[in-house]
């Protein structure tokens, strides 16, 4: 079974910032699944197996 979480970039928050929060969940285990942009904020969608 996978489990499933979103990550969006907060208002006003650098793409480096992002990153840097989306790197530290990957190094947990975090995959990431999707990704889209929402009216100028990124949204990743990650998985990984429990």
Do not use: I, P
């Not at 907060?10 to 989306?22: D, G, P, Y």
């Not at 699944?33 to 969608?45: A, I, R, W």
Request: proline share 0%.
């Amino acid at each position: 079974m996978n489990n499933y979480k979103f990550l969006k970039q907060k208002a006003f928050e650098k793409v480096e910032r992002f990153e840097k929060r989306m790197q530290e969940s990957m190094s947990q285990g975090w995959k990431v699944n999707s990704f889209t942009s929402d009216h100028g904020s990124l949204v990743v969608l990650l998985e990984r197996e429990r």
